[in-house]
């Protein structure tokens, strides 16, 4: 007899078959314990249309806005693109764990690439962008910079929008983030 048929013949399947399953249960639990780095996906092209109407349905209250933005502003979308928070950051030249999670800059919105957007404070940065863009359409698509008086009164509204969207949506806490940063806003650059 051959030595794989002793093998065969001798060996205890049950005790390998025990063996093999908590070894396999093992490594699903090390495996289910080990934290992944979690990065959420861009929004749905669903997702980025509701917000968008959802921020162009703001425009009458957008200063200078009150009979709100014209149709064809609704197929003005802008550019998106997406970034890592640092590159945000960075953008702005402020220290790399800023917490910005959003930039607008004539006709483009950068997000953050780590935004869920099925949670509502982190889905109204996007929110907040496309306001400044229905403001950056207000205005004639400027293409030089901002005095400091224009772009504050053009946070305060685009915060003041927000919060009011966070309130609706039942976000207390991120409707007093948005409005803790609000209270604390200053002008970034001299002119």
């Known amino acids: 007899m051959g030595w794989w048929k002793q093998f065969f013949e001798h060996t205890d399947w049950r005790q390998i078959a025990r063996i093999a399953f908590l070894g396999a249960l093992a490594s699903a639990i090390v495996t289910c314990m080990t934290p992944v780095p979690v990065r959420a996906a861009a929004p749905t ?35 998106m693109r997406f970034a890592n928070p640092e590159y945000l950051c960075g953008y702005v030249k402020i220290s790399p764990k800023c917490g910005i999670r959003g930039l607008y800059v004539r006709g483009l919105v950068i997000a953050s690439e780590e935004l869920d957007y099925d949670i509502p404070y982190q889905m109204s940065a996007l929110f907040h962008e496309f306001l400044h863009h229905f403001q950056w359409l207000r205005d004639g698509k400027p293409t030089g910079d901002y005095t400091c008086d224009v772009w504050m009164q053009d946070e305060r509204d685009a915060y003041t929008i927000q919060a009011h969207l966070l309130e609706k949506l039942d976000d207390e806490q991120g409707a007093a983030n948005v409005r803790r940063v609000l209270a604390s806003l200053t002008c970034p650059f001299r002119n």
């Open 45 to 79: 092209l669903e997702q980025a249309n509701s917000i968008y109407i959802l921020a162009y349905g703001q425009c009458p209250k957008l200063t200078g806005m009150k009979a709100g933005c014209p149709p064809e502003w609704l197929d003005e979308r802008p550019a």
